[in-house]
């Protein structure tokens, strides 16, 4: 909140920061909401690309200040690369602080996931019509395992889910998508 006085008149000034991000906003949202009185909106990344829809104009020039997760350029008016003439950022005011931080995933969290169609647009995993983590269940099934064999490799602890390996995988997608943050 910004106070100032003008011509014996007090004006009150609600700042706004825009998020231009996935779900991930929330936790940062949490803490800044408990320090800052300023006005907070958020505008869902991924559901505006893959629906297609308008930008929302008026809250861009509205912003004081912008939190995003860069997007690539790949996909056009809704990018944050400068390289894109009417990319999302150009619509904000030339005073508006921005703050990037980049898509967080690891893939090495979870034994088994379902697909997340938002992974194809904001990250760096192929398939995404596929469950995450699956290769070590197909493994077993292209060695000709039955379910019932898969299931108690599984129950025993026995199935190698390569964790290290998509660790490693989410740490260098995550190193470069922090590359290109400010």
């Known amino acids: 909140m910004v106070v ?3 011509n014996y008149k007090i004006y009150i000034y609600i700042m706004k920061i825009v998020f231009y991000t996935n779900c991930q906003y929330r936790g940062i949202h949490l803490f800044l909401k408990k320090s800052l009185d300023y006005t907070f909106v958020h505008i869902e990344n991924y559901s505006l690309i893959r629906n297609k829809k308008d930008i929302p104009f008026d809250i861009l020039k509205s912003a004081d200040i912008f939190i995003y997760q860069p997007i690539d350029k790949k996909h056009g008016v809704y990018s944050t690369d400068q390289i894109i003439e009417n990319n ?3 619509y904000l005011q030339q005073s508006c602080t921005k703050i990037s931080f980049p898509y967080i995933y690891n893939s090495s969290l979870w034994i088994l996931l ?3 169609i938002i ?3 904001i990250g760096d995993y192929p398939d995404i019509n596929k469950y995450v983590n699956r290769e070590p269940i197909e493994k077993l099934k292209n060695n000709q395992h039955s379910l ?3 299931l108690e490799i599984y129950k025993n602890g026995d ?3 390569e964790y290290e390996v998509r660790f490693n995988k989410s740490i260098a997608i995550l190193r470069k ?3 290109i943050c400010f």
Do not use: C, H, N, R
């Open 4 to 6: 100032f006085i003008a």
């Open 88 to 90: 999302i950022m150009s």
């Open 114 to 116: 379902p697909p997340a």
């Open 119 to 121: 992974d194809g647009y």
């Open 148 to 150: 019932s064999e898969v």
């Open 159 to 161: 199935l190698d889910f």
């Open 177 to 179: 998508k922090e590359s």
